[in-house]
Each structure stands twice: as C-alpha cells, then as structure tokens.
C-alpha cells in the first residue's frame, strides 16, 4: 500500500516532475510562464511537451487531451492519441509544444449563446499553464481556456483567469499606497466545500426523474426525514467510509487536497472539503472532484447527487466559496494584522469587499442562479436569495466605532484609532457561529455560500474578483491623489462604512423577519433564474465587466442567453419527464391497485354483502379520483410544454417557465405524492423517498 504522500500527485505533471525532467533553462522559464503569466515560445513548449508526453506514456497514457470548461457546466475533453506512423511499420508516441499550446476541438456544439454564430464557427484552446497536466482515464490532461477565433471567451475559465488578472492590477496599486513595494502579484485563494447525496445504484436505475434530471420529481415525505437531526457529523456508515476512502486516493493522485469529510444534514447526504488553492486551480479540482465522485460512487455500487435539490422537504444541497486575497510574498490581506498600519490596510480591503459585496448584489446572485439552486435560494431554505454580510459583532463593532469615532467597546474596550491602534484579535470561535448568512467574514476569508451544489465555481468567482477589483480601483484612485494619506484613508474607511452598512446583517438570515428588514434596507431580493439573469447586462454591471476586461458587451449577452437557455431546457426536461412517468408509471401503478382492490371487494361480496369494506370502497374512489386529477394535471402540463415552444424570445421563455410550468408541475406532484401515500408499496413504480434516502445500509 502507497503512503499518502507516495500517493498525492502521483497522476500530476506537477513542479517536481517538470524540475526533475526539464532541462533547467527550460524548467526556470515556464516557472516564469506560470509565476508571471509570460508566454512560453515554441522551442520552449517542444521540450516540455516532449517530457509531458514520456512521463505520460510511462504512467500508462496513450492520449491527450485538452480538458476545458464549457458553458454547459461540466468539462468537456476530445482525446487524441498520441501515435504516429513511424517508417517501420510501427509506431511513434509524439506529442508537440504546437498541440500542448493550442487545441482545436470542433467546437460548433458547445453553448456559445450565438457568439460563434455572429463570426466564426470555430474555437481553439490555450494552455493555462498554471493548472498542471494531469492523466485521467489513461489520458493527459491539459488544462485549457477555450474561446472562439476572434478571441471570445466561450468558456468559465478565460473570465476567471481575466478577473483574477483585474483584481491583482488593482489590489497592487492599493499595496503600494502602503509602501508594499516587494510584493509582486496579488491573488485569490478558494477552499469550496462540496455537498453531495449518495444512494444506491439499483434504486436509481429504476427512477427516470433521476436518470434525466438528477433530482426527485414526485416522492412522497417518509415518515423520517432529517427531523432527528442525527445525521450530521454522525458515524459514517462502512459503505460510505469505503467510498470515502477511495475518493480521498483517487484525489490525492489528482493532487486535490481533499482534507475533510463529514455527514451532512439530510440523511444520505455528504460533505468534502478540500485545502484552498488558487481560484482557478480550485476551480479546475472542484470540477474533477465532482467527476471523480460519480465515478467512484459507481465503482462501489452507488451514485453521487450533486443536484441542488434532488429530494423535497430535506435540505439541498451547496457548496461554500472560502475566498480570500493573498500576496506572493504569504500576507492574507483579510486577516487583520499586528500593527496599526497592517490594520488600516486591513480594513481597507474589508470595506473594499463589504462595498463590492453591496454594490453588485446582483451580479453574485446572477453568479449563482440555475434551475436547480432556484429550489433552495429564496425557498425557505439555506441560504435565502436576499444577499447580506455576516461579520460578527466584535467586527461590527469596530465598524461602529470607526463610523461614529466613539470608543471601541469590544473585547478590550480600546478606543478606535485607525493607523494608531491595534484590532483585536479575532477568534475563529466568535466569528463563525452565523451559519444562515449567504456571505460570512470567518476569521480571514470570506465564505460565499450560495453556490450550488453542482455550479462551477468560476461563475461566482468571477463577480466577486471583479466587482472587489472595481471597488479597489476607485479607492486607488481616490487614495492616489490624497493630499494627507492616513486622513484620506480615514474618511475612506469611515464614508464607505456608512454607505454600505446595510448589507451587514448578524442575526437569522432565514426568518420572515429578516425579509421584511432586507426590503426596508433595499436590498435586492431575487428570487428565481429569470428574475436575475437580465441584471447581467444592466449598464451598471456591463460597464464594470468591460471596464476590467473580464468581458466583453458581446460575451455578456451570450452568456445571459446561455444561462436562460439552460434554465429553460433544464426545467423543460423536469416538465417532460414529469409527463412521461405520470402516464406511463404512475397512473398505471394505481389503476393496477385499484384493480386489486375492486376484485377483494368483489371476492367480499360474493361472500356476503355484510363483509366490511369500507377500506376498499374509500381507497378505490378516492384513488379514481386521484387518477383523474393525475391525468387532468398531467395533459395541463403537457398543454404547456407545448405552448412553450411557440414562445420565440428566451426571456419570455423562461418567464413562461417561472410562472406556468413550475406552477402545473408543483400542482401534478401534489396529486400524485398523495396518490403513493394511498397506494401499496409493492405497486408502486420506483422507490420511495424512504428506500432512496435510508437505502444505503
Ligand atoms: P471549518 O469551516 O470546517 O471550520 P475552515 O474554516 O478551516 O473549516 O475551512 C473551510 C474551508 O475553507 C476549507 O476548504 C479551507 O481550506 C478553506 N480555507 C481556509 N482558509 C482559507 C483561506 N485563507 N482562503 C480560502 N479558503 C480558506
Ligand atoms: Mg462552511
């Protein structure tokens, strides 16, 4: 048996096998390619694909691919072998720097939102060589960007990469206003912890909602749900620990630090998290994490969820963003420091992401939005659409201090100073107890928690590096030209506080109440994908976006069209499966009971008409009617499905979605759920929720 650090990175063309391999002038300048974003020339790329390809080849590889993050949310690869005819009648196993650097995968199927459309029908993919290669399923995998020939992003990644890029620029010229003349490159950090369901295979198999759409669309609630609150962080049953374990190897080979692993909440539900890296590099094993649990659940004979909602009435599930901003030269520029300067620094860059955070509410939200996170955001579940800070109180009360110059009270009831005094120290303890808060300061990160369970975590990256970066950009552009920098800085800090005090919110983030206070304070409530996607392209937001050069206006519409379409096709499909199992399953499964029943009572009363009945009369009329309704609802839905395809515009679409296809599904699944609850369990056509979420034993 492998020890873990013989195991951890075993499949990675990671720094120690380009040092051991590379010829040193080679190895120092992609060290630069990747440490200062310079480009790699051709005779440079030949001698690290060449090494690439033989440390592939020997850990069993036969093929290559360029590996790269599409807007349909999942990675997509197009795997080339690497043979080649040699004069012998043999073959070569060639790979060049020209095929490392760029890929031209057929690109006309992947989502382009009309962009490719517009001007041209090909894309290529370019190496980012700050995610190492890696060998997955015999094959190596280059991470890559991918964009169109006239250089628009067509996938996740480039806008990350760009946001990432702006968020440095700016951050740098704010480091700089503080004598920080060593530190060469600023950038974000993410830790994403995933949430995830597991059930059996067999009992899946036998659900077509599962199959096609990855959640549940009728299951009637068990008698046990997560009431007994005696799942989470409760014993690991073996079969789970066995998966568990495995994960954890097949991961660590990959290189992804996967640290912790935990019950969840909902029985049957899980958690990874992972040590945080580099927000594209996290990106990047966020997306293998969730591939490579499906495929070890299936190895062990069950199947991973990573849907937002794959069951009603228990929890969903999400995945928490840690982000924070870190130096190359090791500084945590959100974590308060031990000196005045350090300090104001500090809470500079604290104001520049509560700022941001106020300001762009709508583009996190929009980051966030997809069919299936509508279930949980704004549906009285964790966390709600409404977005607000968690800081604490010892925080908040050094805000409170610095607003209003008055004594700082907290811990050690110092007065509040800025450049002269010291914060106090922050614990962990007292900083990390909100968990309904979307967006919660704990302790030196920020952690976004509105993603869903299945998002990549670019989307929501993305907003949050460009918008901070916007609001780090006008600081420096006041704080440049200050006459007197510590007062500037003061009424910066101070002015900002005051502004945008309103999206810092300590208490129940779930509670009416807090609905009610969030609409007094203005905040933006939005509630499904429709109701969002649009502010993508508001002036506000597209001027920023452009303005930092994470987008360009055309990007922007294609993505909002993306998004729409995705949202509609997903909920389409819900609506069509619906249909489908309702006639072919249900209907059947209690028109079959019924028969059972109408011939005991029939047996019954051949024996005697004095034999009771009433269970067999009441069931078989209530059960007709549920038939009839069933099939009512189920020809109202379809009547809809159909009509949405005579709606041209993709908002109209989509709106048509919110407010008429969920309504008439919500309305079939009611009639339906009771129609199980009334029906005996062996002819009923799939498992319940029961079998499926106490089903692994
Ligand atoms: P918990 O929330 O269980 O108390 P932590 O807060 O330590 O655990 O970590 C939760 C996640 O946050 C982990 O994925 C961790 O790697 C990540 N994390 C910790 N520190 C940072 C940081 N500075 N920047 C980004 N992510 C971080
Ligand atoms: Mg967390």
């Not at 001007?119 to 890696?134: H, K, L, N, Q, V």
């Not at 041209?648 to 009611?670: C, F, G, N, P």
Request: hydrophobic fraction near 40%; include cysteine.
């Amino acid at each position: 048996m492998a020890t873990v650090p013989e195991l951890f990175g075993k499949n990675v063309f990671d720094d120690r096998q380009m040092k051991a391999r590379l010829p040193e002038k080679v190895y120092n300048s992609i060290r630069k390619t990747i440490e200062e974003g310079k480009q790699l020339d051709l005779s440079l790329a030949n001698a690290v694909a060449s090494a690439m390809k033989d440390w592939a080849v020997e850990n069993g590889a036969t093929h290559y691919t360029h590996w790269f993050q599409p807007m349909t949310g999942v990675t997509a690869e197009k795997h080339d072998s690497f043979i080649s005819p040699a004069p012998d009648g043999g073959v070569l196993m060639e790979f060049s720097g020209k095929e490392l650097i760029k890929g031209e995968p057929d690109a006309s199927s992947f989502p382009s939102g009309g962009l490719r459309a517009t001007f041209e029908a090909r894309g290529y993919t370019a190496w980012d060589p700050t995610s190492f290669a890696f060998i997955k399923d015999k094959t190596l995998c280059i991470p890559t960007a991918f964009c169109s020939y006239t250089g628009d992003a067509l996938d996740k990644k480039t806008p990350l990469l760009r946001s990432m890029s702006a968020l440095n620029k700016q951050a740098l010229r704010i480091l700089k206003l503080f004598g920080n003349d060593s530190v060469h490159m600023v950038t974000t950090s993410v830790g994403p912890e995933q949430e995830y369901f597991l059930i059996p295979k067999e009992m899946y198999d036998l659900r077509e909602d599962l199959i096609f759409t990855g959640r549940t669309l009728f299951g009637a609630k068990p008698p046990k749900g997560q009431e007994m609150d005696d799942h989470y962080f409760g014993i690991i049953k073996p079969r789970v620990a066995e998966f568990m374990k495995d994960l954890n190897d097949e991961l660590w080979k990959l290189g992804i630090l996967a640290k912790t692993e935990h019950n969840e909440v909902a029985p049957a539900q899980h958690e990874l998290a992972p040590i945080y890296s580099t927000t594209n590099i996290a990106t990047d094993h966020n997306q293998l994490t969730m591939e490579i649990m499906q495929k070890v659940a299936s190895k062990h004979g069950l199947v991973c969820l990573l849907h937002e909602k794959p069951f009603a009435g228990v929890n969903g599930s999400g995945k928490h963003n840690n982000w924070s901003i870190a130096t190359d030269t090791g500084v945590n520029l959100l974590t308060p420091g031990e000196t005045p300067y350090e300090n104001a620094q500090f809470l500079l860059f604290l104001v520049a992401v509560i700022k941001a955070v106020d300001e762009y509410q709508d583009l996190l939200r929009l980051s966030v939005a997809t069919a299936g996170n509508d279930h949980r955001l704004g549906a009285n579940e964790a966390p709600p659409a409404v977005i607000s800070i968690f800081l604490g109180d010892e925080l908040e009360g050094v805000l409170d201090a610095i607003e209003n110059e008055t004594d700082y009270t907290g811990s050690k009831s110092a007065k509040m100073k800025l450049g002269v005094d010291v914060l106090p120290e922050f614990k962990k303890d007292t900083t990390d107890r909100n968990r309904t808060s979307p967006f919660a300061f704990t302790g030196n990160k920020f952690e976004f928690r509105m993603l869903g369970s299945s998002n990549s975590i670019a989307c929501a990256n993305i907003m949050l590096n460009s918008a901070v970066a916007e609001i780090l950009k006008d600081f420096a552009d006041k704080l440049e030209k200050a006459s007197d920098f510590e007062k500037d800085l003061h009424e910066l800090i101070k002015s900002t506080i005051k502004e945008h005090k309103r999206i810092i919110f300590n208490g129940n983030g779930y509670g009416d109440e807090w609905m009610e206070e969030a609409a007094k304070r203005g905040l933006s409530n939005l509630k499904t994908t429709p109701d969002c996607m649009p502010k993508l392209l508001d002036k506000k937001n597209a001027d920023m976006l452009v303005g930092h050069g994470v987008f360009t206006q055309a990007e922007l519409e294609s993505r909002c069209e993306i998004m729409l379409e995705n949202y509609t096709k997903a909920v389409n499909i819900e609506a069509l499966t619906m249909v489908d199992m309702a006639k072919k399953q249900i209907i059947p499964a209690v028109e079959d009971y019924v028969a059972s029943l109408v011939t005991t009572a029939s047996r019954k009363m051949k024996i005697s008409a004095d034999i009771p009945m009433e269970y067999e009369k009441e069931v078989i009329s209530k059960l007709s009617s549920l038939v009839d309704i069933i099939y009512d609802r189920t020809n109202i839905l379809e009547a809809a499905t159909i009509k949405l395809k005579d709606i041209e515009d993709i908002t109209e679409q989509a709106y048509y979605i919110r407010d008429e296809i969920l309504a008439k599904m919500a309305s079939l699944r009611v009639a339906a759920d009771e129609a199980e609850t009334l029906t005996d369990k062996k002819y009923w056509p799939f498992p319940t929720y029961g079998d499926l979420l106490f089903g692994v034993r």
